[in-house]
């Protein structure tokens, strides 16, 4: 069955901290997805990667950063962590498509809190 | 740009009572269209998803949705529902192109009443 695998199911760290949320995949699927859930702003993408060592800026990208070193393994960075970060984050896979015709599969999430 | 519309917050209905959940698109052409599910602390799951062909599609957990080009939408529906239906639900639609994104509604909260 699929599965997308994040870290932690929640996570507390200190405001300026660096923070990393990782997130694996089994299924061999090219593409994967960071996202962070808020209450009435639904998803909002912040990176997304096609392939190993590549990464686009999703729609908020400010604050984060994004590592693919292996086909599997998307990480999440909060470079210097701030309350406004605080947050659900979602990470997702899917295989390549005609445009984005392959549905996505998500993690169960981090719940991220930044004191 | 493609976006998406869920025009319900909120949604409450009697366990056993049919269910409706609105979603209107905005794309140029023929979209691809998915709904899916959130159950509290959880990710989300695909109920169902439309690429062409008919415009009824039936999804899991008893769920099926109806395209209509006319109308822009792509609405859920289930003939009764249970308590374990009580979640959030989110449209989201896809485009033609290299772009692999997709674009999320901000979700309908169902709560089901015993």
């Known amino acids: 069955d699929v599965k997308v695998t994040q870290s932690s199911r929640y996570l507390v760290k200190r405001t300026g901290e660096k923070v990393f949320l990782e997130c694996v995949q089994d299924?061999?699927?090219?593409?994967m997805f960071w996202y962070r859930q808020d209450p009435g702003l639904g998803l909002r993408l912040i990176y997304f990667?096609?392939?190993?060592?590549?990464?686009e800026k999703g729609d908020i990208p400010e604050g984060y950063s994004v590592s693919r070193e292996k086909k599997e393994r998307f990480s999440l960075i909060l470079e210097s962590a701030s309350t406004n970060q605080t947050s659900m984050y979602l990470c997702?896979?899917?295989?390549?498509?005609?445009?984005?015709?392959?549905?996505?599969?998500f993690g169960d999430g981090t719940r991220l809190s930044i004191l | 740009a493609q976006s998406v519309t869920q025009p319900d917050i909120h949604i409450t209905v009697s366990e056993g009572a049919s269910l409706e959940l609105r979603c209107n698109y905005s794309?140029?052409?023929?979209?691809?269209l998915f709904w899916y599910v959130q159950s509290p602390g959880q990710g989300l799951q695909l109920l169902l998803k439309?690429?062409?062909?008919?415009?009824l599609v039936q999804g899991i957990k008893g769920f099926e949705a109806e395209f209509k080009r006319s109308q822009s939408s792509f609405n859920l529906r289930k003939p009764s529902v249970h308590w374990s239906d009580a979640a959030e639900y989110f449209c989201?639609?896809?485009?033609?192109?290299?772009?692999?994104?997709?674009?999320f509604g901000k979700g309908t909260r169902l709560h089901i009443l015993p």
């Open positions: 997702a896979s899917s295989s390549p498509g005609q445009g984005a015709s392959q549905p996505q599969h």
């Open positions: 299924m061999d699927h090219e593409n």
């Open positions: 990667s096609y392939d190993v060592k590549m990464k």
């Open positions: 794309y140029g052409a023929t979209p691809y």
């Open positions: 439309y690429f062409s062909g008919d415009t």
């Open positions: 989201a639609v896809g485009a033609w192109g290299r772009d692999d994104k997709i674009i």
